[in-house]
């Protein structure tokens, strides 16, 4: 299980717990197919960092580069969903953070995905 958690004390914390019930912290994880070579990825990317850094948006574009290289796979904005903790919701000004859940609509999953494809 993945548990994703905000407060005003910590921030944001991302966790994993196994089966036996043990957890640990993570600055980014994976799960599912080719979850080994995805960790790989994103830990390469983020060494020696505490956190990736940037804004929600580069790091939503981090999280679909990482899918797309090891899956090696390129994506449509209707074929994946991705969901935020603490960015502002479409239409509200970037420093609202909000500390809700929410899931990104296909038209900011395809302003991602143009983002990378602009840098690439």
């Given at each position: 299980m993945t548990l994703i958690s905000l407060d005003d004390e910590?921030?944001?914390?991302l966790y994993k717990v196994d089966p036996a019930g043990y957890y640990t912290g993570y600055k980014a994880t994976a799960?599912?197919?080719k979850q080994q070579e995805a960790i790989n990825f994103l830990?390469?990317?983020?060494?020696?960092k505490e956190a990736a850094s940037g804004t929600w948006e580069e790091v939503v574009e981090l999280a679909i580069t990482t899918l797309s290289t090891v899956l090696s796979q390129d994506f449509k904005?209707?074929?994946i969903?991705?969901?935020v903790v603490g960015a502002p919701k479409e239409g509200e000004?970037?420093?609202?953070?909000?500390?809700f859940f929410r899931k990104l609509s296909v038209e900011?999953?395809?302003?991602?995905l143009q983002s990378i494809a602009e840098k690439d």
């Open positions: 910590h921030g944001p914390s799960s599912g197919p830990e390469k990317k983020l060494k020696n904005a209707t074929e969903e991705i969901g000004p970037e420093g609202e953070a909000s500390t900011e999953i395809d302003k991602r």
